[in-house]
């Protein structure tokens, strides 16, 4: 029965994991963001940029644009000691500032893998494939916050 807690724990854990990235994405808490992931962890869109280690996520992630709204449904999580695998639906949208109201951009999946640290549970590599591409989710953004995103 022990076993079988500790898989429930590190399953609750995982999935908080994903809503603590969310929202540090979301409210541009970029901080936060990079606590999600192990110092030499990886964050990657399937048809755009990698980034690896947090130097390299904190170049990337300082470009994103506020009003995304990411949430993280349907998770399929498998443990192995202190490794485990998430994959899970995405599903994006944005958000106006005056709270007028909100589109969904896109829709997609993340492919994760994490790890087990002293801190808790932390992204080793994190693949997002979005059901549009990288451009495309971008240049929707562009248009509904009128601002300019550099090339990445």
Known sequence: MADELRMLVD??????LSARYNRAADNQRLEDFLGTFTPEGVFEV???PKAEGTDAIRKLMGKAVY???HMTLDSVIEIDGDVATQTATLLMGHRRDDRASSTVVTTGLYQDKLV??????RFTHRLVSTDLTFRRVN????????AEIPEV
Do not use: N, Q
């Open 11 to 16: 399953k609750d854990e995982i999935r908080e």
């Open 46 to 48: 399937a048809d755009g």
């Open 67 to 69: 009003g995304s709204v």
């Open 116 to 121: 087990r640290t002293p801190d808790g549970w």
């Open 139 to 146: 240049k929707t953004f562009i248009a509904l916050t009128k």
